[in-house]
């Protein structure tokens, strides 16, 4: 694997990834910018505008009829939330040339259909074209509203409305309802120019072999556009709230779901991350072993740690008569960590997994692409090999330090109707 | 009785993998994939769901076991007599999983590191069963939650809904993990009968992809492997007939957008005839959905249907429908557009532009599969399972024309033979 990263312009890099290994070519283009309720919807809406139609491909049919003429080559818009960031972007991926039956310039074709909707948007006189922005926008709406649908995903959302409450952080990548509603072509191709103009920009390509010209093409297009990057802060922890806060929402569910949201202002991130494997992202975690396994008190028990707010995340799936019980009983275990309490084999499983999947790091295009982009937000780049050093010089006194650090700031509940 | 190796090779795009009749009477597949840090190893049996009833060839009588004990059995297998195999992946780094679907039980495991160790974990415990009735009763606690969290999901329950309306009999309409009164019925003797039976080499099949060599999984499955006498295993379905129960089927719950099922009940059948039949299927069902379509755009722009509007083909022993899927408020309007395409197609025919580019598109996902580990380990399993080779799909791909869609299409894409399965917002009941 050659992994290269060239700054093309302010604010703005291209990362080469040759792995021959693959079969198929992958690009991402990455937009970071600041997440706000006012700009969300309007934001996720104008990069959705550009995988809908673009200047060359003027209705979605046309689009979507040269992209699986193309062996079904894959373009996508996503909005996704990083912190107190917004990451935009679009991304697209396809089968090698050599695969090609009929000999086309599959990736010669993709990614001039790449740049075309980044750069030759589907739009005029500052407004994206009416008929396919309302069916992005719609699309947006219904997936809105589908939230719900995913009764774990819901969960974690609100326990994150609540717990970073006044933060950017409390906000959803695409908006709400209301805000998502207001956004109209010329809004949406506002925030489309503002993208452009203001975001840290990363684009990076995975592939089996180089593709001249694609860094040039690249350059060339964005240095058409007067930009003023903003910059950005990648890490911004949470301030805990005064006294732990309890919400709930009531259901017509069959399980329940809890939520607990720890805060810690600790900034050693790799202790952090290994507290978070010992207590609950294993089958031989504390959590799983304790909660589920030994008292029966929930179906799952899994935590996550997010360093960009500081934040260790714990959810559930728990009956409701049990929920005092399970809180109970994964804060005792948070204090057994506190106590010093960590064997050594608890310490090595640890160590092997985040070894484990730090070796398979380069195996999917999408993960090569992600690996270096995450490096970039947390300040720099560095192989998996780096950051695996990083977690072996974690010592059990920093994993108790770690824990020592978090306190409890607030628990979501989704209650099941209590019948009679 | 020496083990016989082949290579198979796919003639489209060069791809291969080995085959091994092993002596001990499983078959392995394995695929070296160079560059690759991973390794994937499923070791997987003929065992699912729907395998309610059974016999082996010394067997008098057929047994008849509950609802959901697959799935219970593959929870169980977990715990050796002495611990927990979590906590022997836990010392290699891999990760451990398995999962039970109607037709298939499956163990796994993925890593970079120590993939030997691994593979003499898996192949271990998978031959080794240790059942109590105080870790059966144990148990009933954790997938009573399973069963409870699976119910509040509502991709889970319009499936089942509409399986429910489909079939009769045929125990694909049961839920894997079966209902908290079934797997009550389940104890530590009726597993062993279940693994005893269904367990047996011969009726199994390990696949291994990834940073590894055919020569060092051969020769830790010589090490592992205790050699299973064939007993004739024969699984039996109830006679299920060509007919739908009942053509909708809708249930309230506390979701965010509606969502349908509109599935088409087809005749089964199986081996490469079910592999041709699949191709088939699912062509129509992608050019129903090609989102490059007349009918999609106006569907639409109509916001009759969104972008999850989708189909898929669900087949396996006894059973096999063609599933359409959206995320919509106007399900009826979805089935009187595809129901109204497949009219149009018996005589119009066809566009063999668009069959063509259709084509072009299922080819190009066989080919992202090949260059993902765990895809080609599930690939070679899922085949053999099947009865046909790793490649053939895309081999036969090839071989497609627009008239054996069309021949599917009018043989079974049936109104009659449909079921619509909605799932409501809770207080908006029609």
Known sequence: ?420 | MMSEISNITSRQTGDSCVHVKHSSGLDIYICEMPGFSSTVALFGTKYGSVNTMFRQRDDEEMTVVPEGIAHFLEHKLFENEDCKVFELYAKTGASGNAFTSFDKTVYLFKCSKNWQDSLRILLDFVQKPYFTQELVDKEMGIIGQEIRMTNDDPSWRVLFNMLSCMYRSHPVKIDIAGTEESISKITAELLYKCYDTFYNLNNMVLSVAGNITAEQVLKICDELLIPCQDKGLETVFPEEPDEIIQPEIREAQPIGAQLFYYGFKCRDCSGEERLRKTLAASTAASLITDDASEMYQDLLKKHIINTTFDAEVFCGDGFFTVIFMCESDYPEEVRSAVLAEIERWKTEGIDEKAFQRIKKSTYGSLIRELNNVDAVANLMLSSHMDGVSPYDAIDMLSELTSQDVLRFAEEELREDRAVLSIIEKEGEKQ
Do not use: H
Not at chain 1, 206 to 219: C, N, W
């Open chain 1, 1 to 420: 694997m050659r992994f290269q990263r060239t700054e093309i312009a302010e604010g703005i890099g291209f990362s080469s990834i040759i792995d021959e290994k693959f079969k198929t070519t992958s690009i991402a283009v990455r937009f970071i910018v600041p997440l706000s309720s006012e700009t969300s919807a309007a934001n996720a809406l104008g990069m959705a505008a550009l995988t809908t139609t673009s200047k060359a491909y003027p209705t979605p049919a046309l689009l979507n009829e040269k992209l699986s003429a193309l062996y079904g080559a894959g373009l996508t818009s996503f909005a996704r939330k990083r912190g107190d960031l917004q990451v935009l972007g679009v991304s697209a991926s396809w089968i090698c040339d050599r695969y090609a039956i009929d000999g086309e310039d599959i990736s010669g074709e993709m990614l001039s259909i790449v740049r075309g909707c980044l750069f030759e948007p589907d739009a005029e006189n500052g407004r994206f074209s009416d008929e396919p922005f309302a069916i992005t926008k719609t699309d947006l709406l219904d997936r809105i509203e589908a939230e719900l649908n995913n009764k774990r995903g819901y969960a974690l959302a609100k326990a994150a409305e609540n717990a970073f409450r006044g933060e950017p952080a409390a906000n959803s990548c695409y908006g709400n309802k209301e805000t998502a509603s207001a956004v109209t072509p010329e809004i949406a191709f506002s925030a489309y120019e503002n993208i452009l103009r203001t975001a840290q920009v990363e684009i990076t390509i995975v592939s089996p072999e180089e593709i001249p010209g694609a860094e040039a093409d690249f350059r060339r297009e964005l240095s058409a556009i007067d930009r003023s990057p903003v910059p950005v802060v990648f890490r911004s922890k949470s301030p805990i709230k005064a006294e732990p806060e309890t919400l709930s929402e009531e259901m017509d569910v069959n399980q329940c779901k809890m939520v607990m949201t720890m805060k810690s202002d600790s900034d050693d991130i790799y202790a952090m991350r290994m507290l978070s494997v010992i207590l609950g992202e294993l089958p031989v975690s504390k959590l799983f072993l304790n909660v589920r396994e030994k008292l029966s008190l929930c179906y799952y028990c899994a935590s996550g740690y997010s360093a960009t707010k500081g934040a260790l995340i714990i959810d559930s799936g728990v009956q409701r008569s049990n929920i005092g019980k399970a809180r109970e009983e994964i804060l005792r275990q948070i204090q057994l960590v506190c106590d010093g309490e960590i064997s050594d084999q608890e310490l090595e499983s640890a160590l092997l997994s985040r070894e484990d999947i730090l070796a398979s790091v380069g195996d999917t295009p999408a993960s090569w692409s992600s690996w270096y982009f995450e490096r970039l937000c947390e300040g720099g780049i560095s192989a998996p090999e780096d950051v695996l050093l990083d977690y072996k010089a974690v010592t059990k006194a920093r994993i108790v330090e770690a824990a020592r650090s978090l306190k409890l700031d607030s628990v979501w509940l989704m209650l099941d109707k209590e019948v009679g």
